[in-house]
């Protein structure tokens, strides 16, 4: 077995990828500072790095599957790890159970802190991650991210910083969650040819590529006129606002994920890490918000 730096390990988890689990995380309690509700931030630090541990559990699972069911080949886009090599698919799949069973060892000590409505949050994310291939492969993978990156995280965190589960949250997950699932469909829209050759459906697949740009273009334009909306009716703070500025890079990946059904696949090679930059504003940007509004109130 061949001698592996940090760096190798780091990039085979996928670190570019994390603004999708972190960002809802940060976003809630954010949100529940400015609700001014009483936060247990050690819980809620806790959730936050159990939630990346889960990331990366996911991702390097999902990366051996697409390997195994050669979804992932020499010629195609994304993570080299497997393709090239650089690690083996045994080594990627012990590397992907050492980080679930890290995650599941203290999402059992944050249970401990908090009370049962976590279990089934924690086993909802477990499921996503260990069901998450087979589940992308039938056109499910979008439905999967929204519920593991999303509403999961959101209601998670909430009962774990303040023992309440409050459902309010969900006001904030969807806008969160629709960029983090325009992640996904970013990628997935940018392999439909391999895809298709590998004998997989996925939302893009099943679309096509023009109605593909379209979805794509809703999902990252949708929330910034959703929290718009919520603050001209008053549910969010005027500070809200703040998202705005992020709309900038967002009409840039419009731009670029308008060349596709011209220019192909090459034209969005690197689109998934723009949108995964772009979550990254955004999600800053809104929590940022409400930190605003809650240290002014």
């Given amino acids: 077995m061949k001698k592996h730096s940090f760096k190798d390990w780091l990039i085979a988890v996928r670190p570019w990828s994390f603004p999708a689990s972190t960002m809802p995380v940060l976003v809630t309690l954010a949100y529940l500072y400015w609700d001014n509700q009483e936060i247990n931030w050690i819980n809620g630090l806790w959730a936050l790095l159990n939630i990346v541990v889960f ?109 309440v589960m409050d459902w309010s949250v969900l006001w904030i997950a969807l806008p969160v969650g629709l960029i983090t699932a325009a992640i996904l469909h970013a990628n997935n829209t940018r392999d439909i040819r391999t895809d298709t050759r590998a004998d997989i459906r996925t939302l893009a697949m099943m679309l096509g590529g023009k109605w593909s740009v379209y979805l794509y273009c809703a999902e990252i334009l949708f929330p910034f006129g959703w929290i718009v909306g919520l603050v001209v009716s008053g549910t969010f703070p005027v500070w809200g606002l703040l998202i705005l500025p992020a709309l900038a890079p967002a009409m840039m990946n419009v731009r670029v994920v308008s060349r596709f059904t011209a220019k192909g696949e090459a034209a969005i090679a690197t689109l998934d890490e723009m949108t995964a930059k772009l979550q990254l504003l955004f999600s800053l940007l809104f929590a940022l918000s409400f930190f605003i509004a809650g240290a002014l109130a």
Wanted: aromatic content about 12%; charged content about 10%; some cysteine.
């Fill in 55 to 163: 990331h990366a559990a996911g991702n390097t699972w999902s990366d051996y599957f697409d390997y195994k069911h050669k979804v992932d080949t020499q010629d195609t886009y994304g993570m080299k790890t497997l393709t090239d090599g650089v690690f083996s698919p045994r080594e990627i799949y012990w590397l992907s159970l050492g980080l679930l069973a890290v995650a599941l060892v203290a999402g059992i000590g944050l249970l401990g802190r908090t009370g049962l409505p976590l279990l089934y949050i924690g086993i909802g994310g477990a499921v996503c991650s260990l069901l998450y291939p087979p589940l992308k492969y039938h056109a499910l993978g979008d439905v999967v991210i929204l519920l593991a990156y999303a509403l999961l995280p959101t209601l998670g965190t909430c009962y774990a910083a303040t023992g």
